[in-house]
């Protein structure tokens, strides 16, 4: 069984408490409500929400929050240990990286990865 914990906190300036935590530690905010004024009431944000699954196993896959001033970007990291056996997914099987973001609208991201690994000689 998984455990989901939603804390809420509460900031005198809701906007700007949301964008420190998006700006100091990556945060990524899914929707704000403001009122009728414009003044935000109600801020969704998450942190690390994202779920990595790699084909095949031996493939490391690792997002990082993409440095910069656009909080919300990551940079998908692939790697591929060394020791790995010379083979290929070029076709028939295809790579693969599905992404589960946790993100209310975008849900389930997959991308084919194509690569051969080589023998060192």
Known sequence: MTTTINPVVHY???AAG???LVDAFGFVEHQAHKDDDGKVQYVELSLDGAKVEVFPEFV????QPHPGDKPGLY???LEVPAGVP???Y???PLGRVRIDTGHPRIGQVELGVSFAVLPRS
């Open 90 to 92: 070029h076709s028939n």
């Open 86 to 88: 010379a083979c290929q």
């Open 75 to 77: 940079d998908l990291i």
């Open 60 to 63: 490391t896959a690792t997002l």
């Open 18 to 20: 949301a964008r420190f």
């Open 12 to 14: 005198r300036d809701l």
